[in-house]
């Protein structure tokens, strides 16, 4: 009993940080009082919260719908159980929409374990950045052609966390502000190809030589 209580305090405490962190991003992104009481309006008003399973429906049907661009920060954990169909399916949707010519780009945590993921989705043809921020441990969202934004909660504070439900909020006002801060993360973030020189021998490495050393972390 005494577990789950911390879990649920954790993520009151998480849900509350994550609100204080959308409000502040709109206060300083919108200068001009009645643009910024619109849109506080408007995420209110678009606001849907999703399950686990609604979450990954929402995210992938939506990915189908880019025309131009999808971008997001992830968790890029190594998929088990059920997850990893969902990274399949995920896979597939990447491929798809970049040979459609939508561009794809993805920033990670930069932990060890987050290397396999990030090479799966390189070579489906996504973009990889990994990023030291501490923000990007618990701030999961991806973003399609600057109208719709997913957002994903973590089941509590820590890096190794599952996504339990998320938000789906069709503003292209917040959308706006999520993509504004992903460029700017993705300016900072380190290249997927500098990330794997640094951390392994990848050219001597095969894939499943890297998955196997994933495992046994």
């Known amino acids: 009993m005494s577990n789950l209580s911390g879990i649920e305090s954790g993520l009151l405490v998480l849900e509350s940080i994550l609100l204080v962190v959308t409000i502040t991003l709109l206060i300083f992104s919108i200068k001009e009082g009645r643009q910024r ?19 990954f429906t929402a995210l992938t049907d939506n990915m189908m719908d880019a025309e131009r661009e999808i971008v997001g920060f992830i968790t890029g954990r190594l998929p088990t159980g059920e997850d990893k169909k969902r990274t399949g399916t995920i896979i597939n949707r990447i491929k798809k929409m970049t040979k459609a010519g939508v561009r794809v780009r993805y920033i990670l945590p930069k932990f060890s374990d987050r290397r396999y993921l990030g090479w ?9 950045r990994y990023s030291g921020s501490p923000l990007v441990n618990d701030l999961r969202y991806t973003v ?42 993705w300016e900072k973030g380190l290249a997927y190809t500098d990330y794997m020189e640094g951390a ?12 196997a050393e994933l495992d046994d972390e």
Do not use: C
């Open 37 to 55: 009481d619109k849109l506080i309006l408007e995420v209110g008003r678009a606001t849907k919260m999703l399950s686990r399973q609604e979450y």
């Open 120 to 128: 799966l989705y390189t070579q489906a043809g996504a973009e990889i």
């Open 144 to 185: 399609i052609d600057g109208r719709v934004s997913i957002i994903g909660v973590p089941e509590s504070v820590g890096r190794k966390q599952a996504t339990k439900k998320g938000y789906f909020i069709p503003s292209e006002g917040l959308s706006t502000i999520l993509v504004d801060h992903f460029n700017w993360a």
């Open 200 to 211: 392994v021998d990848f050219g001597k490495a095969t894939p499943e030589d890297l998955e």
